[in-house]
């Protein structure tokens, strides 16, 4: 993407965050980037540190307990990390959006669900509330819901529509980036291809970029464009998802390739990643993966790997290639 303008660029993001137990390291030394109209796949175990960077990004890290250490993160030329709470509720809504994991508490029960998204057109537009309520039909239609239950209340929708309906409001204000954080997580399986294809369909429509959270690999390969692979709080694979798919290389998506039933071959067992992700409060010394890695060596116990360049667009944090290329960027 060198000769692309970059969207979204982050550069050795650090969040923490002050517990009871110590500190909690949630986000370490995350770089990546995404282009316009791009999707990135963000993949990873439980507590990588996915919904951290999400909320990072959008200006949400609590604080306290939590806390943006280092790093910077600019969006389309803007420093989002140091920008006034003026200049970013502009942003939030108008720019980005966010479509959070659970649709049954990402809208107000109180209140209609054309209300809820009129209110985001008019909290960034100047326009009327005729229009404002045109807008907001157009946009359930948009989504497969029917004008008429525009007057409808939450409780009377599905999971399914509800996440409809969050959708409709993501796309209000037709941002340039959309956050989906895993979005048929709480939805039924039968909804969830039908959730992920609307989505699919509306950012090629609007043209709009999208961070898509996932644990779901088969999703990344049929709606992303590139894969950032996390482990335990930073970017261990960054790559296109042909070429992550042709040819994954650091140890950790070798396993997680590995752990995924296939249908062309009778296996009794799938292969596992033996061992569990280091606790958040805990500091690995050396490479983060290495206490689970079975190719380990002894330079991986020491010495945190650079981030190497196997190819022009596909980058790996690992030793194995650091000693075979004899380069990498130890950040």
């Keep these: 993407m060198e000769n692309e303008k970059k969207l979204l660029e982050i550069k050795d993001l650090c969040v923490t965050y002050k517990t ?3 500190t909690c390291y949630a986000v370490n030394n995350l770089n990546l980037e995404i282009g316009n109209q791009e999707t990135l796949g ?3 175990e439980t507590g990588a540190g996915k919904t951290t960077t999400a909320m990072a990004i959008m200006g949400l ?8 250490t280092n790093g910077s993160i600019t969006f389309d030329g803007r420093d989002l990390i140091h920008i006034s709470d003026k200049d970013r509720r502009k942003i939030l809504g108008e720019e980005i959006s966010m479509i959070f994991q659970d649709p049954m508490t990402s ?5 209609r669900v054309a209300d809820q998204i009129m209110e985001m057109i008019q909290l960034h537009k100047e326009i009327s509330k005729k229009d404002a309520y045109e807008e907001a039909c157009q946009l359930l239609e948009l989504v497969g819901i029917k004008r008429e239950r525009a007057a409808d209340y939450p409780h009377q929708f599905s999971g399914g529509m509800k996440q409809r309906v969050v959708i409709a409001i993501a796309l209000a204000c037709r941002p340039k980036l959309i956050i989906a954080d895993e979005p048929t997580t ?3 399986v039968t909804i969830q291809a039908q959730v992920m294809e609307l989505i699919k369909e509306l950012k090629e429509k609007f043209g709009t970029s999208m961070i898509l959270i996932t644990h779901d690999l088969g999703i990344v390969a049929e709606i992303c464009d590139k894969v950032a692979i996390m482990y335990a709080g930073g970017v261990v694979e960054y790559a296109p998802v042909k070429e992550i798919y042709d040819k994954p290389s650091h140890p950790y998506t070798i396993g997680l390739f590995n752990s995924i039933p296939k249908l062309d ?3 009794e067992w799938l292969e596992e990643i033996h061992g569990l992700p280091p606790e958040p409060t805990e500091k690995v010394e050396g490479c983060i993966f290495h206490p689970r890695c079975p190719k380990c060596m002894e330079i991986c116990k020491k010495k945190q790997p650079g981030l190497v360049n196997i190819s022009p667009t596909h980058s790996v944090r690992c030793f194995l290639y650091e000693n075979a290329n004899g380069e990498g960027d130890a950040k």
Excluded: Q, R, S
Aim: charged share 25%; hydrophobic share 30%.
């Design 20 to 22: 009871e137990d110590g």
């Design 107 to 111: 809208l107000n029960p109180t209140m």
């Design 186 to 188: 709480a939805l039924d």
């Design 61 to 68: 890290i609590p604080t306290p307990p939590g806390k943006i």
């Design 42 to 44: 963000f993949v990873g």
């Design 265 to 267: 071959t009778e296996e």
